[in-house]
């Protein structure tokens, strides 16, 4: 018996606005990494409406099934199958990343695995790569919303390595990457979205 399409209504509520921001960033045909795809919506629409982008879409293997009917449905050709990725792999499924999003990943990943991501990425980003970064965080050490604050308690309520991180920590780690914030875009619902782009004092 085939499993219900998975569905996330986060997903649905921040498509559009993510959209209106990567449109502006992804002007030029280039391959998208997407880490932590989930469900699998958020690659199925920026592929429909980004059609010069090719989406990689990439999760842990449990999530592959929901995110192949997603894709299945789509019929889109710049839509590539889902390929398993954790951060913690000491091998990654791909050679060479030339521009990567994520979205809310990393208040569910431990501190150790985001310094894990960054670590990954800077030996995997091209020249001029560009990494898009899209959920909660912190500001000087501080929420910046009451439901931030009460989101933060219910994820380490289910999982103490879990949490909002404070962009700052981010910010170093992505520097340490060889990568510089660019722009940091306010959002709906107390979010944000990083774009950092890889120094061009950075071989690549």
């Known amino acids: 018996m085939n499993q219900p399409k998975p569905f996330s209504q986060a997903c649905e509520n921040n498509k559009e606005p993510i959209l209106h921001v990567l449109r502006q960033i992804f002007v030029k045909p280039v391959t998208v990494w997407e ?25 842990r293997a449990e999530y592959l099934p929901g995110i192949e009917q997603w894709i299945s449905d789509a019929g ?41 991501l960054f670590a990954r990425l800077k030996s995997l980003l091209a020249k001029d790569a560009t990494v898009c ?18 989101f933060d308690q219910s994820l380490k309520a289910r999982d103490l390595l879990s949490g909002i991180r404070d962009f700052e920590a981010v910010a170093a780690e992505a520097q340490n990457a060889g990568l510089i914030l660019v722009e940091d875009h306010a959002m709906p619902a107390n979010n944000r979205l990083l774009v950092f782009q890889k120094s061009r004092l950075e071989t690549g």
């Open 35 to 59: 880490i932590g795809s989930g469900t699998g919506q958020h690659a199925c629409h920026f592929a429909g409406h980004l059609p010069h982008v090719i989406w990689q879409p990439a999760d």
């Open 133 to 150: 970064i899209y959920g909660p965080f912190n500001y000087n050490g501080q929420y910046t919303s009451v439901s931030n604050e009460f």
């Open 76 to 116: 889109l050709s710049n839509l590539k199958p889902p390929v398993s990725l954790d951060v913690n792999d000491l091998v990654w499924p791909c050679s060479r990343i030339e521009a990567l999003f994520t979205a809310n990943t990393l208040h569910i990943m431990s501190w150790q695995e985001v310094t894990v």
